[in-house]
């Protein structure tokens, strides 16, 4: 595609519920991150993807977050039994890889969790 | 551990003013500095890249510097207008394998008419 999509834009849930995120990259673009906003406070690594390797899981906060990335492609990041302290929008991004890390960001998902 | 951080924290400015935001960081040993820019509710969108080997690189009215010597880049916005309003962050690949992005907090800009 054209540039880094995500989906859903925003996702509002009920506390203890499970959430998925997906996250659609560049095409050609083997390295794939996630990352997380919260309000006030600064972008937060949660998880990368390079190529066919294994990912780099040591940004996500609790076990309750998991990620996997299918076919070298697109990503979905889940979060089960949802806390209110997740709530925060949820940025994906992809670059070429390698030695290129230019990033490039998806909109982002908002997720409020009441 | 690098650091970075951005000052002002915000800044709000008449049209028309060229003005400069500012980003530190404390490891010198660098591989590249990215520039973006934040939208309200929106993501990240990328503004300039300065590989470590470039002191500026230039889009439009956009001009980033970087001098990895005193761990600073700096965003100059010349002629600024309305439509500059957003918050501007910069960030730096974490050396190693993940290459994964270390954040200042950002400078929100405000550029009033």
Same mark, same amino acid.
């Given at each position: 595609g054209a540039g880094v999509s995500q989906s859903p834009s925003n996702k509002v849930t009920e506390k203890g519920k499970d959430v998925e995120l997906r996250c659609d990259p560049i095409s050609g673009h083997t390295a794939l991150y996630w990352y997380r906003q919260s309000l006030g406070q600064g972008l937060e690594f949660l998880i990368y993807f390079q $190529?066919?390797?294994? @990912? /780099?899981?040591? $940004?996500? @906060?609790? /076990?309750?977050f998991s990620a996997e990335r299918t076919g070298g492609s697109v990503s979905t990041l889940t979060i089960q039994?949802? *806390? *209110?302290? /997740?709530s925060a929008v949820y940025l994906c991004a992809s670059s070429l890889g390698g030695g290129n890390t230019e990033a490039f960001f998806g909109q982002g998902t908002r997720l409020t969790v009441v | 551990k690098q650091e970075v951080t951005q000052i002002p924290a915000a800044l709000s400015v008449p049209e028309g003013e060229n003005l400069v935001l500012n980003c530190s960081f404390t490891?010198? %040993?660098?591989y590249n500095l990215q520039w973006f820019r934040q939208d309200p509710g929106k993501g990240l969108t990328s503004l300039l890249l300065i590989q470590s080997s470039q002191r500026e690189q230039t889009s439009g009215r956009l001009n980033a510097s970087l001098d990895k010597s005193s761990g600073r880049s700096t965003l100059y916005i010349a %002629?600024?207008?309305?439509?500059?309003?957003a918050t501007y962050l910069c960030a730096v690949p974490q050396a190693g394998n993940n290459r994964k992005l270390i954040w200042g907090l950002g400078t929100s800009l405000a550029v009033n008419p």
């Open positions: $190529g066919n390797s294994a @990912p /780099d899981k040591s $940004g996500l @906060p609790s /076990d309750r039994r949802t *806390q *209110q302290e /997740d | 490891d010198s %040993a660098i %002629a600024s207008q309305p439509g500059d309003s």
